[in-house]
């Protein structure tokens, strides 16, 4: 059965680089069919689209963070991750991982349970 | 403001069905494929439906989605108190080259 794992820092300075990395198990991450996601959730609000990563390595960011963020993926440790520069408190939400099933009109089919990242000097 | 529009609340007693909307425009439901999440509070979210109307294995027939034009619906049958959740419908956008989200609908099972 498919697990995401989301690890990081869970407290960041202002100004500074947020990463978090997402470990994949129970498949393999360049399995055919699927690509791989960010999102995110501020405290009481929404959920919000960070990006997502194909095997080939190619990428699609929200417009509004395009300038700040990078996701990469890394096949022989079977997991991707996000960094996200220049944070501020606005930054500060859950970040999930997600598996992006590309048969299923790109829906997000499998979801890590999250970790809360906070901006904060 | 989300590019989706969802109305912020709906509520239903045990075994009612409710409707809750997603409204978008021509760039993203009116030609894209439009999926549904149930989140729990405090849990991950959860695909409960994919292409508009298609439920992955798992998901009880209970809860089915329709589009229209530029907007789309979930509904709930047989509604349960473990229904109990915040639902956002999701879409790409072509005119943004995005993903977007409703804003969210939290259900009260009264």
């Known amino acids: 059965q498919l697990q995401l794992q989301e690890s990081g820092s869970g407290l960041v300075k202002p100004s500074q680089t947020l990463s978090l990395t997402c470990a994949v198990s129970?498949?393999?991450?360049?399995?055919?069919?699927?690509?791989w996601s960010w999102i995110r959730q501020p405290p009481g609000k929404g959920l919000e689209w960070i990006g997502f990563?194909?095997?080939?390595?190619?990428?699609y960011y929200n417009p509004s963070l395009k300038s700040r963020v990078n996701i990469s993926i890394d096949r022989p440790k079977n997991q991707f991750s996000m960094k996200l520069t220049s944070v501020t408190a606005a930054d500060t939400a859950v970040y999930y991982c997600?598996?992006?099933?590309?048969?299923?009109?790109?829906?997000?089919?499998?979801w890590g349970q999250g970790t809360l990242v906070t901006v904060s000097s | 403001q989300s590019v989706l529009t969802q109305p912020p609340s709906a509520s239903g007693t045990p075994g009612q069905r409710v409707t809750m909307s997603c409204s978008g425009t021509?760039?993203?439901?009116?030609?894209?494929?439009v999926k549904w999440y149930q989140q729990v509070p405090g849990t991950a979210p959860k695909l409960l439906v994919y292409?508009?109307?298609q439920r992955p294995s798992g998901v009880p027939d209970r809860f089915s989605g329709s589009k229209s034009g530029t907007s789309a619906s979930l509904a709930i049958s047989g509604l349960r108190s473990e229904d109990e959740a915040d639902y956002y419908c999701?879409?790409?956008?072509?005119?943004?080259?995005?993903?977007?989200f409703g804003g969210g609908t939290k259900l009260t099972v009264l």
């Open positions: 021509s760039s993203n439901i009116g030609s894209n494929s």
């Open positions: 292409s508009d109307n």
């Open positions: 129970g498949d393999s991450i360049i399995s055919g069919g699927y690509s």
């Open positions: 997600a598996r992006v099933r590309l048969t299923y009109g790109r829906a997000l089919d499998s």
């Open positions: 990563i194909y095997v080939s390595g190619s990428t």
């Open positions: 999701e879409a790409w956008d072509d005119s943004l080259n995005g993903v977007m």
